[in-house]
Every structure is written in structure tokens, then in C-alpha cells.
């Protein structure tokens, strides 16, 4: 039986969440690799014992590949801190989760009221270190340090996820697009190299693209120099959101050229020792040489892998989706079954291990998928009997 109403693109999309090649899916379905090509091309249609077993080999649920949703999701931008020299298949397959975080909240919102988007606009970007402070201004954050950066995110309506990144090249990210007619936006923080500070920064770096650049622009189309550009305009914001000038020299002033001071400067800013030195050197609080002696120190203490406070500050992830799924269960709104019916609902149908990922869920928060042709069962094997 051909399938008339297969999606191609879905095909695709399962294939590179999957991160296969065309040649490794067809092999592991058993069928010529001009046969997946054609597939995904809309060219050619498969029986349905083949598109089983493409189910299975791929594990998305037989429906996902004849859902009709393509429209409902429509990404502007996502942006990689190491396009260049980032694995393809790994950046094919991140695109690809951020749209599901995105997806699964946008299926959520008929149930749960999340934070609307609340972000300041700017018309000029060249003063960066106003930016940052206005953006505080805006949020009423004073000249405090930030104790959460991801709950920040979180509480002013940008989408925040975690799950490994499977590289040592993307540490965090963020898109842009539309889902079901909103505009979202979704920052992915990595949790493979993961310490309190870093992602605070990693928080704020993502939050300077969000305000900075554009949102629509095509990360692809950027050559090495005005990349470069912009990752250095996202730092610089980070640094100064994080450490606001004035309040920063005051605290930092005293000591700044005595490294064991910077200790205790961590435990009020919520910023690594390496980061608050890069801000004293750049606001002009040390000059060069005190600057590269601290970094020398810094390497000789084998503190540039790992700081003093890093095994104590614990690392706050995002809680929104997991609240939410979380919620709906234990309140009674939504069964684990009809939650994977909401999300068929609006014609995305993912596998558990998909949401897991995505969501960084725990393993029993949703159980598995029920079995549809279970639901009948009548009769139960009876406890085996010891017969020793």
C-alpha cells in the first residue's frame, strides 16, 4: 500500500534529529539510498512496510510522518557561537530540538498561561555598554547582581531549554521564529560543560544576540569577520549586564590586582574570577600587566578549568516547561496519554525520548507512550508459580 499522504519533510527532519545520513537510513531500513532521497524529495512515496520500518529505525511514531503541520512552525534564525567549526549534523539536529521546545510550549499554552515575550527594543546598538544598562532599567534590576539569568529569561517570556549539545563547540544557542502564528524566542544552554557561572554568562551572551542582532538575518550568510564581530558584541553585553560599570568599580576597586579577592567578589556577582578580570582590565580598573599577571595566576592555580565556588554554587536550569508538565499531571488536567494526544492534536506527534531530551526531563515524569492496541486487552497472565 503506497502512502498517499506522506510528508517528506518529516522524513527529513526525524532523519537529522536522528543525525543519519541518507546512506545510513537506507541501509538500515533495507532499501537503496536513492529510495530515501526520493522520499524526502516528495518524489516517490513508501509502502507502508516501509515507511514501518523507517518508523522503527528512526523511532518517531508512523503518524509523525503523515502529519501535515509544516506551516505551523516557521524559524527566522538560529544562532550558533561556532558555525564554522561545528559538526554539520550536530547543528542540523540542534535546529531541529529548539523547534520542538518551542512546539511543545505553544501545545502546552492551552493549558498553561506562561510569561508573555517582554523584551526592550533598541533603534541603536553601538553604545553597548548603555544598552546593558538600559536593558536593566527596563526589567528593574538596579545595579544588583543577577542571581538567575535563566529564571530572568524564563519570567520575561523567552523559551529556555537545556540538553547536551554533543560538542565541545556549541555551548549554548538561540532562535527565532514563529509557531502557530507567535513569534518565540528559545535559548539552548549545553549541559556538558556546566558550572553556575558559566551559564549565567552562557544566559546573558544569548540574551545580547536576542537584543542586538537581527533576528531574521541568516546566520549562514555571515562571513568570519562580522561573525566575530557580533560574538565579541554579545560578550561585551554580557559582561557589562552582568557587572554594571559603576556598581562593578566600587566592589572591585580595593583589591583588584590581588587574585584571592576575586573569590569573594564571585560569591556577590554570580560571575566567574576569569570574567570579572577581563571587566576590571577592559573598564580600566588594572592595566595590562596586572592583567596578564592575574591570568598567569589564574593558569598556574589550574583555575582556568576549574574555579574555587564552582563545586558549591549550584547550576539553576530553566523550570518553566517542566513546571508545566508537571502541573498537568499531578493536577489532573492532563493524563500522559492525553498529553501525547495534544501534541497528535496539533499534528506533531514525538516519541517520548524526544520530549525527554528536549525538556532535559526526568526519566518518570512522562511514562511511556500507552499502546493504542493494548487498550482492549481482557485477559492477564497469572503470576508465575514456584515450583521448587
Avoid at 564554522?84 to 505553544?106: C, E, M, T, W
Avoid at 549541559?191 to 542586538?212: V, Y
Wanted: proline share 5%; aromatic share 12%; with cysteine.
Amino acid at each position: 500500500m503506497i502512502m498517499d499522504n506522506f510528508n517528506p519533510s518529516r522524513l527529513n527532519e526525524a532523519r537529522l534529529y536522528r543525525k543519519m545520513t541518507i546512506e545510513e537510513l537506507a541501509n538500515n531500513v533495507g532499501v537503496k539510498k536513492q529510495a530515501i532521497s526520493q522520499f524526502e524529495n516528495g518524489k516517490n512515496s513508501p509502502e507502508f512496510d516501509t515507511l514501518r520500518s523507517i518508523s522503527s529505525v528512526l523511532n518517531f511514531p508512523i503518524r509523525f510522518f503523515i502529519e501535515d503541520s509544516d506551516s505551523n512552525i516557521l524559524v527566522g534564525n538560529t544562532y550558533f557561537r561556532a558555525p564554522f567549526s561545528s559538526n554539520k549534523k550536530d547543528l542540523n539536529s540542534q535546529r531541529i530540538k529548539a523547534r520542538y521546545v518551542a512546539y511543545i510550549q505553544s501545545c502546552l499554552s492551552e493549558y498553561v498561561d506562561f510569561p508573555p515575550l517582554n523584551l526592550p527594543r533598541f533603534d541603536d546598538i553601538d553604545n553597548i555598554e548603555q544598552i546593558a544598562n538600559q536593558a536593566r532599567d527596563f526589567w528593574g534590576l538596579g545595579r544588583e547582581p543577577i542571581s538567575d539569568m535563566v529564571a530572568l529569561l524564563e519570567r520575561n517570556g523567552v523559551i529556555v531549554s537545556e540538553f547536551s549539545t554533543e560538542g565541545k563547540t556549541i555551548d549554548a544557542f538561540y532562535q527565532y521564529g514563529e509557531v502557530f502564528g507567535q513569534e518565540y524566542y528559545c535559548v539552548v544552554l549545553g549541559t556538558d560543560k556546566l558550572t553556575f557561572t558559566r551559564r549565567q554568562f552562557s544566559a546573558a551572551h544569548e540574551l545580547a544576540h536576542i537584543l542586538l542582532h537581527e533576528r531574521n538575518n541568516d546566520i549562514d550568510e555571515l562571513d568570519r569577520v562580522e561573525f566575530r564581530k557580533r560574538e565579541d558584541e554579545a560578550n561585551k553585553f554580557a559582561s557589562a549586564f552582568l557587572l554594571p560599570k559603576e556598581a562593578f568599580i566600587r566592589d572591585v576597586q580595593p583589591y583588584a590586582n590581588k587574585l584571592n579577592y576575586y573569590i569573594e567578589l564571585k560569591r556577590k556577582w554570580k560571575v566567574s574570577i576569569s570574567a570579572m578580570i577581563i571587566r576590571a582590565f577592559d573598564l580600566e580598573v588594572i592595566s595590562s600587566n596586572q592583567y596578564q599577571y592575574l591570568m598567569r595566576q589564574m593558569s598556574r592555580n589550574d583555575w582556568r578549568s576549574q574555579e574555587p565556588l564552582d563545586d558549591y554554587m549550584a547550576v539553576k536550569g530553566p523550570k518553566a516547561l517542566k513546571q508545566a508538565i508537571n502541573m498537568l499531571i499531578l493536577n489532573d488536567y492532563l493524563t500522559p496519554k492525553q498529553m501525547f494526544q495534544l501534541f497528535a492534536k496539533y499534528k506533531t506527534s514525538l516519541p517520548k525520548d524526544v520530549i525527554d531530551e528536549v525538556l532535559c526531563l526526568e526519566p518518570d515524569t512522562l511514562p511511556d507512550e500507552p499502546d493504542e492496541n493494548l487498550e482492549g486487552k481482557i485477559i492477564t497472565l497469572v503470576p508465575r508459580m514456584n515450583l521448587s
